[in-house]
């Protein structure tokens, strides 16, 4: 079966965009595929947080993954930091990767302004970083220019055959697939060039306050992002509370973002057709159609965080998970690690 690694930050509680888009697809591939997913907690810290806060949004994590269907007995479930090899690959890996690179990767950049760097594009590849006091340097680490060259670690250490990627991450899979050339040129074949796997095409929700940029689990507005773990009353209250069109007709057209963000909603966690929706709810008003959604998407949420609930307070399932998970994800770390370690010219380990 070819080898499919996702990796998923532990940040905070997952929206119906991440569960529509993209986790219930995951959990789809779980018999065809040898799938692995990590928690990458060693990422977590390459920005500002908290320590306890960090500990507890793993566990969350796994839990959140496993009640949206993602079942251990059929995949490897692991935290980055439980297998040996993600940042010892990252330093081989970064011993090959020329710093530039790294400067140019648009996440880095975002990132770095983000935290107050004013990025000054150079001439040709060497980027330019006007510091703008101390704090703002402090801020941007050194982990975070190498994020990349660890998740491309992340990847190589399974030998994945394929990583299913979102737009934001197409350009650091673009730098792994470089790397793992690199390596397999200057030392000899060794990885597989992972390919970007794109899953059976999900929904794509967007906000509810501005309908045309994509619902993110970082929006500062918090009313519009639908988290999967939102008490049922303030799904209801954020839905009733989303932006509509001109207009009173029910259906889904271009200028009609408002609408039609809700009837795809409302499609994805029914399981109707949009067409069918339009047509039971013609004549009525957007008041009904934003009970309808909020209906729709409390149900199916229900067993989601029922199962949740049962799993976070179950200590000794979730470490047993991430025990067996750890083990697998290991086993097969090591293999690759001590063919890497070989190539590089480290002397075996007695
Ligand atoms: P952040 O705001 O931190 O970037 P996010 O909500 O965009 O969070 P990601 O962690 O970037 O989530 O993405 C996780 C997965 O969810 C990716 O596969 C991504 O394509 C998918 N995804 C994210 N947002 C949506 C959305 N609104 N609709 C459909 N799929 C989404
Ligand atoms: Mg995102």
Redo the contacts with the bound molecule.
Sequence with gaps: KPVILTC??P?GVL?I??Y????KNWATMLDDYDCYFGVVDQHAITVKYTPAELRKNTLSCVAQYIACGLDPERSNIFIQSHVTGHTELAWVLSCITPIGDLQRMTQFKEKAAKLGFKVAEGDGADLKFSHEGARAQASVNSGLLMYPVLMAADILLYNADAV?????QRQHLELCRDLAQRFNHNYSETFTIPEPFIPAS?????SLQDPDR??????ENQNATLYILDDPKVLQKKIMSAVTDSGSEIKAADDKPGVSNLLQIYAASSGREIADIEASLAGEGYGTLKKEVADAVIAMLEPVQARYKELIADKAYLEGVLKAGAGVAQKRAYKILSKVYRKAGFVERP
């Design positions: 998923a930050q940040t929206t965009g991440n529509l888009g993209a986790v299913p990627v979102g737009n934001d999900g929904a794509r929700i967007m994509k619902m993110s689990k970082s929006d």
